[in-house]
């Protein structure tokens, strides 16, 4: 039986964003697989972690590309992008607390190029006059990005509704963001 890698990568996931200590034995049960299997997929936490890293970073780049980002007033880019996100949400909760993945040097280059898509999109904003000029384009590229993780913590946990996802998200953030005319 052909083993789905995605489909373990997001099992994987699903359990470590709730349980960051999860063992290799909980990751295999999670993904309805034995020990044996997963270890020949992953040789171990380590290459697993970098695995869903990997997939993190194509799946944000792909929801970047699908949201058009580049096109069309900056606040309607934001929201198509976080709604692009929304299936993503999980896996980037657990990568978000992953200190490991952001220190050093073997840093994935993709968090950069990611980077450098959200602080560009927040600065067309700016200069187009529709976001804040006071508040930075790294500051509203965090934000956006712990807003995304806040909300998968709380809907894995039953505290927000997941139909609420794009709405909550983007009516603070831009709330936020909106440069008020005077």
Same mark, same amino acid.
């Given at each position: *039986? ?14 470590? *964003? ?5 063992t *290799? ?6 993904? /309805?697989?034995?020990?044996a299997?997963?270890?020949?997929q992953?040789? /171990?936490?380590?290459?697993l ?9 194509? @799946?944000?780049e ?13 606040? +309607?880019?934001?929201?198509?992008l976080?709604?692009? =996100?929304?299936?993503?949400? !999980?896996?980037?909760a657990f ?7 952001? @220190? !050093? +040097?073997?840093?994935? @280059? ?7 898509? *959200?602080?560009?999109?927040f600065?067309?904003g700016?200069e #187009? ?17 712990? =807003? ?12 927000? #509704?997941?139909? +609420? ?5 983007? @009516? =603070?953030?831009? !709330? !936020? ?6």
């Amino acid at each position: *039986m052909a083993v789905d890698r995605k489909q373990v990568l997001r099992a994987a996931a699903g359990l470590l *964003m709730r349980k960051s200590t999860a063992t *290799m034995d909980e990751v295999a049960r999670a993904a /309805g697989i034995s020990r044996a299997t997963l270890n020949r997929q992953f040789a /171990g936490r380590d290459a697993l972690i970098r695995a869903l890293e990997e997939l993190g970073i194509a @799946e944000c780049e792909a929801a970047a590309a699908r949201a058009a980002v580049d096109d069309g007033p900056a606040p +309607d880019a934001v929201r198509r992008l976080v709604r692009e =996100l929304e299936p993503a949400a !999980g896996l980037l909760a657990f990568l978000y607390s992953e200190n490991q993945l952001f @220190e !050093g +040097d073997e840093q994935n @280059e993709g968090w950069a190029r990611l980077d450098a898509r *959200m602080v560009g999109l927040f600065r067309r904003g700016q200069e #187009a006059g529709e976001f804040r000029i006071d508040l930075s384009p790294v500051w509203l590229t965090e934000a956006l990005y712990g =807003l995304l993780v806040s909300a998968a913590w709380a809907i894995s946990e039953g505290r927000v #509704a997941p139909n +609420d996802f794009t709405t909550n998200i983007t @009516e =603070l953030l831009l !709330g !936020g963001a909106t440069r008020r005319q005077v």
